[in-house]
Every structure is written in structure tokens, then in C-alpha cells.
């Protein structure tokens, strides 16, 4: 059994910073992705943030490059997400997802198994 597990979500001003970490516990696996998703009130799923293979690589959405930092503790199996200048439209619930199966650097919500619950980021202007 595999669990993922969020934390760090709050309600912070526009421009301010948030650090998301995203446990994962149960079952051992080596991952070849774990990613961030956010998800806000009547929209799709979207895909923001992965860090690929053994941090081999990252991708970022457009929209938070420059903003946004994903990074990975290996030996600890956590991903993080570090948040900066953050604006009301990044509201969302951000969920963490990881996948050890196919290729590393993927972004869509279907290539992903493994899903935390969610933590609430609220921005306000």
C-alpha cells in the first residue's frame, strides 16, 4: 500500500510564498516521476510542476516558471514545491502524484498512478 501525503498548503497574500511537501510512505518504489497537479473549483486537473527520474531533470508549467521550485529528497521519498510570488490565480487545491512506470518526464494527469489528497493554497488579492 502506497500512500501520499501533503502538507504546507495555506492562505498567504499575493506575493507571498508557500513550501508544499508531499511524503510518500507504504510501499517501497523507485520513482521515475512525482509531480504537482493543482485542481480549482470548476476547472481540470492541471498538470504544474515534475521532477523526473532521480532529479534528473524538472518541467515546469508556463505559467509558474521562474515562480516555482520542485525538488526531491530521495532517501526521505518526498518531493517539494516551493512557492514564490504567488498570485490569486494560483488558488487551487495542489495535489503530489509519482509513477514509477514509462517514461520520466510526463505531464498529464492519466500518466500518473499514485495521488496524495490534496492540501488548499488560497491566494488573495
Known amino acids: 500500500q502506497v500512500q501520499l501525503v501533503e502538507s504546507g498548503g495555506g492562505l498567504v497574500q499575493a506575493g507571498g510564498s508557500l513550501r508544499l511537501s508531499c511524503a510518500a510512505s507504504?510501499?517501497?518504489?523507485?520513482?521515475?516521476?512525482m509531480g504537482w497537479f493543482r485542481q480549482a473549483p470548476g476547472r481540470e486537473r492541471e498538470f504544474v510542476a515534475v521532477?523526473?527520474?532521480?532529479?534528473?531533470?524538472?518541467y515546469y508549467v508556463d505559467s509558474v516558471k521562474g515562480r516555482f521550485t520542485i525538488s526531491r529528497d530521495n532517501p526521505k521519498n518526498t518531493v517539494y514545491l516551493q512557492m514564490n510570488s504567488l498570485k490569486p490565480e494560483d488558488t487551487a487545491v495542489y495535489y503530489c502524484?509519482?509513477?514509477?512506470?514509462?517514461?520520466?518526464?510526463?505531464?498529464?494527469?492519466?500518466?500518473?498512478?499514485?495521488w496524495g489528497q490534496g492540501t488548499q493554497v488560497t491566494v488573495s488579492s
Open positions: 507504504g510501499r517501497t518504489f523507485i520513482w521515475n516521476r
Open positions: 502524484a509519482a509513477d514509477y512506470g514509462g517514461a520520466t518526464c510526463l505531464t498529464r494527469v492519466s500518466d500518473y498512478n499514485y
Open positions: 521532477i523526473c527520474g532521480i532529479g534528473v531533470g524538472t
